[in-house]
């Protein structure tokens, strides 16, 4: 999950460090135990936090912001933050790092392609997977949603191969062409003496033009859209020291694709992981879209591909 944040530092040589400091003055005790003085509170409030989220804040999030270290200015200075926090075997981590404005707008717009007030959504959930199904209104066209299909994995898989993400539609079309995706890994990322220093996330992007698209036409647009491409076995980033090569080490994924459609259109995705290795070319076009397939999405009409997967339930939303 990632948290993108705004601090605005005025004038007045104030030190950040203060901010998170423990003061014998206990203002405020959190659910978990966390005594903020008066000035830790109001702060957290000032940097983006509301009251719900300090009350239920964990130790392990309050100790991360002292990684924002010691800031003095005696100038009107604009510092963007992100917050990035990372469930890996049942155990959660959280990293706070500077960014530049660059990232942040970045980073917002990605996050309010995926979150805008008003979005109908609907998700399913396991032990290792979070498939999240999401539509939003379009700022100047009417008549058309845009559509994302977001799988976010919170434990790192133990196979590694090629994977599916789809999605068909009924009621209507997939607005020809509109179709994009991307996996993203989430790995370590090494500091100035190869030190692990929090994680970095290293996108694939996937246009229309992408070998591993499979594609069901339509009239007008496509019924049907599915990616298939392969999770990072690491190493996105290298680090050399005294002990040798140092590569990064996924702690994370989240893979999705993302459309537009009419009003009115049903939309089914699914995401389909590969439970042992597979081969690129006897996947990526060998599937069609059908309420019969894994996911209500993927059908295979030979069974040992069918069985090299996890048939994950799928989601499903009328838009």
């Known amino acids: 999950?990632?948290?993108?944040?705004?601090?605005?530092?005025?004038?007045?040589?104030?030190?950040?460090?203060?901010?998170?400091?423990?003061?014998?003055?206990?203002?405020?005790?959190?659910?978990?135990?966390?005594?903020?003085s008066k000035e830790?509170?109001?702060?957290?409030?000032?940097?983006?936090?509301?009251?719900?989220?300090?009350?239920?804040?964990?130790?392990?999030?309050?100790d991360s912001y002292k990684l924002m270290g010691d800031i003095q200015f005696e100038e009107n200075v604009t510092k963007y933050f992100v917050e990035t926090s990372v469930s890996n075997y049942n155990l959660t981590k959280t990293f706070v790092e500077e960014i530049t404005k660059e990232e942040y707008e970045n980073e917002r717009a990605f996050v309010n392609m995926l979150a805008l007030p008003g979005d109908d959504s609907?998700?399913?959930?396991?032990?290792?997977?979070?498939?999240?199904?999401?539509?939003h209104k379009m700022s100047g066209i009417s008549g058309r949603k845009s559509v994302n299909v977001v799988l976010t994995w919170k434990k790192v898989p133990?196979?590694?191969s090629y994977?599916?993400?789809?999605?068909?539609?009924?009621?209507?079309?997939?607005?020809?062409?509109?179709?994009?995706?991307?996996f993203r890994s989430i790995e370590t990322k090494f500091g100035p003496h190869c030190e692990v220093a929090g994680e970095q996330t290293y996108t694939k992007s996937y246009n229309p033009n992408y070998n591993g698209w499979n594609i069901q036409n339509g009239l007008l647009g496509e019924k049907g859209v599915g990616l298939t491409a392969k999770l990072s076995s690491g190493g996105s980033a290298t680090c050399q020291n005294d002990l040798g090569l140092l590569v990064s080490i996924p702690v994370g994924y989240v893979s999705d694709i993302h459309f537009q459609v009419p009003d009115g259109t049903t939309i089914y995705a699914s995401y389909q992981h590969a439970k042992k290795s597979v081969n690129f070319d006897s996947v990526r076009r060998t599937y069609s879209f059908s309420n019969n397939g894994l996911g209500n999405v993927i059908y295979f009409s030979n069974s040992n591909l069918t069985s090299s997967y996890d048939g994950m339930a799928g989601v499903s939303l009328n838009v």
């Open 1 to 36: 999950m990632k948290k993108i944040i705004v601090l605005f530092l005025l004038v007045m040589c104030f030190t950040i460090n203060t901010v998170f400091a423990m003061e014998n003055e206990n203002y405020y005790v959190n659910d978990n135990g966390i005594r903020f």
């Open 40 to 62: 830790v509170y109001e702060n957290f409030l000032k940097i983006g936090f509301n009251t719900s989220e300090i009350k239920t804040m964990n130790h392990n999030l309050f």
């Open 122 to 135: 609907v998700s399913h959930e396991t032990t290792y997977k979070k498939l999240e199904l999401t539509s």
């Open 158 to 160: 133990k196979v590694i």
């Open 163 to 182: 994977d599916i993400i789809a999605a068909r539609v009924t009621g209507g079309e997939i607005v020809k062409d509109t179709y994009t995706g991307s």
